[in-house]
């Protein structure tokens, strides 16, 4: 009897597992909204390519033991200074649980509202593992233990393909993955970041060579680029949603000073709703 219990569990188990492998979640992003609040410019050296910080679409794929993100934007992945590809960083922010975070990883400089308050962020960044580990123990320790790091990483064309364990998320094999929030974020990565920064460039009032404008030389604008919001089809308006949810933040005149900055919030993406 208790044999043919176990048996039954693991049937059970693999038929739970096979229902929810396979699953995949598209989002879609208007082009052209590569402006954060709407005010960003690119920097100035021709690395930085128009179109390189746009993102268009996201799938989301479950792959049984693991989930598979694949971004795309709107222009080719490069490979002329990175360890391994020039200048995107991604942060996915996911809400798979009651609670959680509000505070990002330093450096992004936006807040998630509190009702969409986040588990696990995926960090996709081109830097070494040793680096990226390095720069998390220095400024992130408080979040170290639910930034993951993607088992693999692929850049291909236009995009960049994350694949992650669902046990590195602490997430049986059989969760739904379109009962979770997401906050797809793009911004721009450096190896050589501010004190408060993990890897990512910051945006200035002007645009240098190196550094985005039309924020502030202080560090109260957010470091984002662009992000998926509202219902992420793809719709005109969500460029001026962007704009809004990232148009609410104020920074005093130091960038090592941080007293006077007030932060813009922004929601997650929730496929099922």
């Known amino acids: 009897m208790i044999r043919k219990k176990i048996t039954f569990l693991v049937v059970l188990l693999s038929f739970s597992m096979i229902l929810t492998a396979g699953t995949k979640i598209t989002f879609e992003d208007p082009k052209g909204d590569d402006k954060g609040p709407g005010t960003y410019t690119y920097p100035t050296d021709p690395i930085y390519v128009h179109g390189s910080f746009d993102l268009t ?132 990565a450096t190896g050589f970041p501010g004190n408060w920064c993990v890897l990512m460039r910051r945006v200035n009032e002007y645009e240098g060579q190196h550094r985005f404008g039309g924020g502030s030389d202080g560090a109260g604008d957010p470091n984002v680029i662009d992000m998926f919001v509202d219902n992420a089809d793809g719709s005109k308006d969500e460029a001026q949603i962007q704009y809004d949810m990232l148009n609410k933040w104020k920074s005093g005149s130091d960038p090592e000073d941080m007293s006077k900055d007030k932060l813009s919030i922004i929601k997650l993406v929730y496929p099922g709703k």
């Open 57 to 188: 679409k996201a799938v989301i794929s479950d792959k049984g033991k693991t989930v598979e993100f694949k971004i795309y934007f709107n222009a080719p992945v490069s490979f002329n200074w990175g360890d391994f590809w020039d200048v995107q960083q991604i942060q996915i922010y996911l809400d798979l649980a009651k609670g959680g975070h509000t505070k990002t990883i330093p450096g992004t400089q936006v807040v998630v509202d509190k009702n969409d308050a986040w588990d696990k962020v995926v960090f996709v960044d081109p830097h070494t593992v040793s680096k990226i580990n390095g720069e998390i123990g220095m400024k992130a320790k408080d979040l170290k233990n639910d930034i993951v790091l993607p088992e693999k990483i692929k850049p291909i064309g236009k995009s960049l393909k994350a694949i992650v364990k669902k046990s590195d998320l602490g997430v049986p094999d059989d969760a739904d993955i379109s009962k979770w929030g997401y906050g797809i974020l793009m911004l721009s």
